[in-house]
């Protein structure tokens, strides 16, 4: 069997890796130039994922993904901030999760590192052909390639989804987000507010004006873990990201150069404590960046015997959740399983579809109360209410219960 996967991002990797490991032969297509051509920023991977992963990579690659990133111990708790700076709630993580924390690039590197003999870079997919011998998959710039089984993990807008289901698989979430990276400074590590040194915190502002910020700051051994090894080292940062409505933008974002959206952030963010404006106005040069939030349009089941699709390509999700790439390994890791595990292909994506359309939906609703909240908090009154009593009164609730709890 040979399988064609469309996007070599997090979950063709991971898929690739989960079928070289039981010995399917699987060759994946990118439009981009390289694995280090990778935009994006700081990546939560839920401790599922860990462990799917865990079934997939070789302990080399596994090992090296937990070396670039923080677990638990950069996420003892998520904090509630409001706009000047005040931390309103503090919701503690269970003591026994241990998530992983890493960086989009280190985690698409490492991926891709053992994998580049299958990797077609630089080609960009345009349709494919059903034959009688299997699936012929067309390119903008290069030849056609035929394979057994073909798997659409081309990310939100995907084009294999939009011509196996003839729609889109996206649906816009109303809200946009800009994110940029500041470095962390001994300036920040000192002027940053305090509880975002245990884990990520969000800052609810007027107009349904939101940031979410986190800390990465990974500790490495030492130089010598960087001989002969797949460990990618980051100096440590801070993500933030201001998320509005979509109504509450002036001009179309995409259009917008990095510098302009770093200006457009400080506009929504103008009666923001000066903390916040700070750590926008010093972020790394060219690499702020917009995101539209994006909800699946219709996702339900559909019927093709050799096609089929995982990840952002059929369940885009708000990283509100943080779950959209770690349920794309877990899409990647399932699916590849299934492949091995029954008689025939069509059985094998007829029960990889069948579970995912049980557990993606649950993911996809872990992103909706902040976006729920984020248009509730428009209305300043009820913005106010949350700030100045909800929000303390469930901190203190939940601060006694943990006391408790403790003895
Ligand atoms: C700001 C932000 C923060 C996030 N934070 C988190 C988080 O903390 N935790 C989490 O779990 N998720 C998070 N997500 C979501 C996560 O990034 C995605 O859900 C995840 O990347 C999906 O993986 P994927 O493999 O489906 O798609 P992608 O990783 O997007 O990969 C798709 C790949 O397909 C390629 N491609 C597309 N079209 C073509 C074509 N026509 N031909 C060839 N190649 C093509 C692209 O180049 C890309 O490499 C976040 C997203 C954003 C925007």
């Known amino acids: 069997m040979r399988v064609g996967i469309i996007g070599a991002g997090i979950g063709g990797l991971t898929l690739a890796h989960a079928l070289s490991s039981q010995h399917i032969e699987v060759v994946l297509f990118d439009r981009d130039p390289a694995s280090s051509c990778t935009g994006g920023y700081r990546l939560h991977l839920s401790e599922e994922a860990l462990k799917s992963l865990h079934l997939a990579l070789p302990a080399e690659t596994e090992h090296a993904l937990r070396k670039s990133g923080t677990g638990k111990e950069t996420f003892k708790q998520f904090s509630i901030l409001d706009h000047q700076g005040q931390t309103k709630l503090r919701i503690r993580q269970p003591d026994h999760s241990d998530p992983l924390m890493i960086g989009r690039l280190p985690l698409r590197t490492i991926l891709a590192s053992q994998l580049e003999h299958q990797i077609r870079w630089d080609t960009h ?111 440590p940062y801070l993500i933030w990201s201001v998320a509005a409505l979509d109504e509450t933008f002036y001009t179309d974002l995409k259009e917008l150069t990095s510098g302009e959206l770093q200006l457009e952030s400080l506009r929504l963010l103008h009666d923001w404590d000066q903390g916040y404006q700070e750590l926008v106005n010093h972020s790394v040069e060219g690499e702020t960046a917009a995101f539209k939030f994006w909800f699946p349009s219709n996702l339900s ?65 872990e992103a909706r109360p902040p976006l729920f909240w984020q248009r509730r908090f428009t209305n300043e009154w009820i913005r106010k209410f949350a700030m100045s009593i909800l929000l303390p009164a469930v901190d203190q609730a939940l601060s006694i219960n943990d006391r408790f709890r403790k003895k």
């Open 301 to 365: 089941a559909w019927k093709h015997n050799r096609i089929t699709l995982v990840g952002d390509a059929v369940h885009p999700m708000p990283p509100t959740g943080g779950l959209g790439a770690s349920t794309a390994i877990i899409d990647a890791v399932h699916l590849a399983k299934m492949l091995n595990e029954q008689k025939d292909i069509p059985t094998a994506l007829h029960m990889y579809q069948k579970a995912m359309l049980k557990y993606a939906p649950k993911a996809i609703d």
């Open 125 to 235: 997919f345009t349709c494919y052909e059903e034959a009688d011998t299997g699936i012929r998959l067309h390119f903008a710039n290069a030849e056609s390639e035929l394979v057994d089984v073909l798997v659409g993990a081309d990310g939100v807008n995907s084009a294999v989804a939009r011509q196996l289901l003839n729609r889109k698989t996206a649906k816009s979430a109303g809200v946009t987000a800009i994110a940029g990276k500041t470095r962390l400074t001994n300036h920040f590590r000192s002027s940053l507010y305090k509880d975002l040194f245990i884990g990520p915190g969000f800052a609810a502002g007027p107009q349904g004006i939101g940031m979410f910020l986190s800390v990465h700051d990974p500790v490495y051994d030492g130089p010598q873990e960087f001989v002969n090894s797949l460990i990618v080292h980051e100096e």
